[in-house]
DNA sequence: CGCCATGTTGACTGACGTCAAGGAAAGTGG
DNA sequence: CCACTTTCCTTGACGTCAGTCAACATGGCG
């Protein structure tokens, strides 16, 4: 275990994704042959799922390549969003969750004084939509914050399939239970963590989120503005861009604009009070 | 609909477990005839479904006397907890889901530090323990406020019955899709509310998680210290302490330590940021 | 009755918010 | 490609809300 307290990376996510493709093409009868396929930018819109660069992530669990062949018929590939568009917005009909493919999103909520609340970062691997399960609407939106491209599932489809197979419903509900934790553990970063230790577990956290992607864990990009890493860990942005050149004059990091570079993340992870095991 | 921001109550809970007991006991057989009891108080362990006071929040939709009657034999009620004990502990193998019966409880985790994190209340007629789901170990701890009772739910038997039932299925989804939607609306009273505003929030919390239950919205006993209080919602014991006399001086509330009146409801609301409709 | 946990109130402090100014980056139109 | 605007980011000065420390009150429990 990485990760003993603050941000909770996604791992387990693909883990449930295996399970829908492969139950979803089980059904299927025919069995063709596949020639291996050079693994292609994911970020390509209409690559498939055999030759998508996540399917490593995604598929480890034995499947098969005629079912693979079959996942692209069944998962919906829409064309990829640009920066600035929804995937959907609040009180929107909720029908499918979401398994970003490329790029990256935030979540927020509106309030009747018309303030932005930001209730989340998603990457690719991850899943996003989970919150109109409840209530049939979603309770927030979701929007791209670059060129971005997502897998939907239909939920009840999903449901469906659920009933045919017991592991499929019992990683829904451990990925559905996973979301509660992380939940929980933002609670308690919000209710006890002071500006530098909120900034610090963010950066943790997309760190190791990164490198599950096995994307580097110690340079990336941060594709939110300051004002959205503010309001998400409820500080201002002054604070979160002092926060953040207090870290670099510390040297723990190099900051150009939008680019981080983590020198030091063993200093990191002890600012954010994140125990590497 | 009530609440639109702030704390969301658990209402829909109860639709859950009118699902769960008819199924539990639609196999059976036997149809005995039953008479009619006098409803007695909940917080008598050895009282039967059909003798609860709860039942008419738990049971609405068609469960007829004989499936009543089925249900003592397969829900799991111990002897009622004391104050202090625990109904488990954080890394506990996650085994079963709660339905408070009587009492309260708050759950809490331990960081590495040793430092206690308050993570929720529940009241009778909520779910605890779906903390456990996603890594089959508690993540928190759950501890009994007062003395309380719970029927036990043993996870394992409750997803073989999903399997059985696309509608139980559904429903349980919705239970955790909830959980997550109460959390994210408590990220946004962390991230963004004044001391003033969250100790509101909890008050009108407990308001309307009263009212459901019929019981007094405006009259109740909190049950947990101000230290919890604090904790749970980010601010300090004297800061909680002080607000409150804040309410008391404003002729919102009249405080008698843990007995709270609430004179002005709908300014509450108001401090609170909650719209009643 | 006395002890210890819990709750209240006051004085002081400090972390973070607010306000303001200036600069860098990104989008826009010619 | 370059002006132009707009948005985003950074830094400084100052104010304030809530934390800290401390004293005392209250109440539950042995």
Known sequence: MVVSKGLQ?????????HLVFKAMNSDSEKSQLIKPVEKKCHTNPVVSCSACRLSDLCL????????????????QRG?????????????????AVYAVRSGSFKTYAVSDEGVEQVAGFYLPGEIVGLDGISSQFHCSS????ERASVCEIPFDRLEDLSIQLPSLQHHFFRIMGKEITKDQQM????????????VAALLVSFSTRNHIRHMSATHFRLTMSRADIGNYL???VETVSRTISK???????????????????????????????
Chains 1, 2 share one sequence.
Request: aromatic share 6%; hydrophobic share 40%; proline share 2%.
């Open 9 to 17: 990376s996604c791992h387990s996510t693909w883990c449930f994704f």
């Open 187 to 198: 609670l308690t970063l919000l209710s006890s963590n002071s500006a530098e230790e909120r």
């Open 79 to 95: 064309r990829p969003l640009e920066k600035g568009d929804h995937l959907y917005r609040e009180s929107d009909k909720f029908t």
């Open 234 to 236: 409820g500080i201002t």
């Open 142 to 145: 979701a929007i791209a914050l």
């Open 60 to 75: 480890p669990i034995a499947l098969n390549g005629d079912e693979i062949n079959q996942l692209d018929q069944i998962v």
């Open 247 to 277: 870290l670099q004059n510390q040297s723990i990091l190099v900051v150009n604009n939008k680019d981080i570079e983590i020198i030091d993340l063993v200093g990191l992870k002890k600012i954010a009070k994140v125990r590497s095991v």
